[in-house]
């Protein structure tokens, strides 16, 4: 007989839980069960970008049959990733003992072969993000489609082709050639001042931080094919308009995050200027130019390296010196726009920028604005992703304050639509909360929709698959009254999550209304100003409230808790307790939690206005179909 035991989310047999500060020890056990004549077990530790190493196991105690191993795991000096597991020496033989088949972390399993490794994060102890991020609501806007600020809705009109769509309220779309080439980009309007105009409407919905896509000169309606880094874009405005939404925002406690877009550039740019628009020698015009070693030529002038195979947006080489000097440099990109008032950037396709360049971008930031913020976009668990063969220090305190929590949404959008269990849900929260620095863990941008996803109420609706649909009918259709009644029920309970959940909720503008689309360019309609969803529009305003109100859902200590497998929980506890329990079932569920050790008598539930007794210590509770609770007990609830 073998039995062999390691739970990496128990202190019984990992301490501390998680991620570590370098410099700091991890105490690990395995136990054993067995009948087999032992002779020793050693732990298998592989950190970065070092050789494995096998290291014996010390005896910790033994009765009977079994025996408990342990070995302190010391860090030092050391930053990155450590790889671990387990091999037990018998008279008989090896056996192997390593994270379970799904890589998730907590309990393990045996294997004939060497395993799956544990995962543990050492990361620098210097980093801290700053508290009016990491407490903050989020609101994205894509400036285009929001609000035009001038008088009878004058569209500032540069002097380029463009399609102006006369109607706010028509469908957005991409007018193509032949070939699938966008040839004209449509318009609505949208502008700085628009957004300066609706901040009163931001400031009673909650939002404390705006992250605007990008807003600096481009061809597109997008903006990701920067033109010029030093100008905003005429259809929005100017350096004043800019510098005045961040003082006015400021007033109202809102502050202004950019779209960094750092990683390629647009071919119809100062920098490029492949089509000759701009009163500069472009790198695609000579070899001459100053520009031409930002950019990558396989053969000059029209074969280059481009993101995506997209020739419109040729890449640039981010550790070029005289790249990095007009980004990073003294009155570089990052210094002016955020000395005229940004608080802090998003960076496009973190994955596309050398850990060098995040590391440099970053010390430039906190140099010009310690209190600053740096976000990146990953779609994946940000502590162990590698890109080109790389694995990425996102997390280890060098580089970014948070990153787009895009496991987020996927986790709690298949579990509120039925394609996975609460446990399932469990399991997956489990493994960020691990793999992350608690720091980065709270301060994720939990997101929902995005200009690069469809709209939140197509994710929770049971939309027809667009894989399967025209353009034309993906720009069409609309929910029936009765199936987007059921996308609202579930968009509530995942909003509420958002808002209660470790981390910075973030909201794509219009969700929040129910604004309908599939991906881009149906994602991107215009704010139906006058035509909102008011039901919805008071949902929202009510969890964002009960989350600026109770900071115990910003900051409290979390705790998962997978009730059955359909009602999925998880408490957050500071001085005080907060309790949010989902029912994802078409029926009702009977729920029996005991939090004795708590010392609690009574729960208020935050969206019903309803007490619950406790007996002996144990919550005894019926959760509706599709139910949502947020409770806390009662000292809580009347602070």
């Not at 005045?244 to 920098?271: M, N, P, Q, W």
Request: proline share 4%; hydrophobic share 30%; net charge negative.
């Amino acid at each position: 007989m073998m039995e062999i035991a390691h739970d990496s989310h128990s202190l019984d047999y990992r301490s501390p839980f998680g991620a570590v500060k370098s410099g700091d020890s991890v105490e690990l056990k395995l136990r054993l069960t067995t009948d087999r004549q032992m002779k020793a077990a050693y732990i298998v530790i592989n950190r970065d970008r070092e050789a494995e190493k096998l290291e014996k196991m010390s005896k910790i105690s033994a009765e009977g049959i079994e025996e408990v191993y342990g070995y302190e795991l010391y860090t030092s000096n050391f930053r990155g990733l450590v790889w671990y597991y387990f091999e037990v020496h018998t008279d008989e033989g090896v056996y192997y003992y390593g994270n379970s088949n799904d890589g998730l972390g907590g309990v393990g399993s045996m294997y004939i072969h060497s395993p799956k490794s544990y995962q543990i994060t050492v990361y620098s102890p210097d980093g801290t993000v700053p508290c009016w991020y990491r407490e903050g609501v989020i609101y994205q806007i894509f400036p285009d489609r929001f609000y035009n600020g001038n008088p009878g809705g004058k569209v500032n009109r540069p002097n380029r082709d463009m399609l102006l769509r006369a109607d706010w309220s028509e469908d957005p779309s991409y007018i193509k050639d032949e070939s699938g080439r966008v040839v004209y980009y449509d318009y609505f309007g949208g502008n700085l001042l628009g957004v300066i105009e609706k901040l009163d409407y931001l400031e009673d919905l909650g939002v404390s931080i705006i992250y605007l896509n990008p807003i600096f000169e481009a061809s597109s309606n997008h903006k990701y094919d920067t033109g010029d880094y030093m100008k905003i874009d005429k259809m929005f405005g100017d350096e004043e308009k800019f510098k005045t939404l961040c003082e006015k925002a400021r007033e109202r406690g809102i502050y202004i995050v950019l779209d960094g877009v750092f990683s390629h550039t647009g071919s119809d740019s100062i920098y490029f200027n492949k089509y000759g628009n701009y009163n500069s020698t472009g790198a695609y015009q000579s070899k001459d130019s100053k520009y031409y070693s930002w950019y990558r030529f396989k053969t000059h002038p029209d074969e280059y390296e481009s993101w995506w195979g997209i020739d419109v947006l040729p890449n640039v080489e981010e550790e070029n010196s005289s790249y990095k000097e007009f980004i990073l440099g003294d009155g570089g990109v990052i210094e002016k726009w955020t000395k005229l008032g940004a608080k802090g950037w998003r960076l496009d396709v973190a994955d596309e920028l050398p850990d060098s360049f995040i590391k440099s971008l970053r010390k430039k930031l906190k140099e010009v604005d310690e209190d600053s913020v740096l976000i990146g976009e990953v779609w994946e668990d940000s502590s162990n992703k590698i890109s080109y063969g790389e694995r990425r220090e996102y997390l280890l305190g060098e580089e970014l304050d948070s990153t787009m929590n895009y496991p987020f949404r996927d986790n709690f959008e298949r579990y509120i639509m039925g394609e996975i269990n609460s446990y399932e849900v469990h399991r997956n929260i489990m493994s960020l909360y691990e793999n992350y620095p608690k720091e980065y863990f709270y301060s994720a941008m939990n997101l929902i929709g995005t200009h690069d996803s469809e709209r939140a109420i197509y994710a929770f609706g049971r939309v027809p698959d667009p894989n399967h649909m025209t353009e034309a009918e993906r720009k069409e259709f609309r929910m029936t009254p009765e199936s987007r009644k059921d996308a609202i029920d579930h968009l509530k309970m995942a909003s509420l999550v958002q808002m209660t959940f470790p981390g910075v909720p973030s909201i794509y503008y219009g969700d929040e209304v129910g604004v309908e689309g599939y991906a881009d360019p149906h994602n991107r309609r215009t704010y139906p100003w006058g035509r909102e969803d008011e039901e919805l529009l008071s949902w929202y305003k009510k969890v964002i409230a009960i989350r600026k109100s109770h900071s115990v859902f910003r900051w409290g200590d979390f705790k998962s808790i997978p009730v059955n497998r359909h009602v999925y929980g998880y408490m957050r506890k500071n001085s005080s307790l907060g309790l949010v329990l989902l029912n994802r079932c078409e029926r009702s569920q009977q729920v029996e939690l005991d939090l004795s050790e708590y010392g609690i008598e009574r729960l208020k539930d935050l969206i019903e206005e309803k007490e619950y007794s406790l007996e002996d210590g144990v919550l005894k509770i019926e959760i509706c179909p599709r139910g949502r609770l947020v409770l806390l007990n009662e000292k809580q609830a009347h602070a």
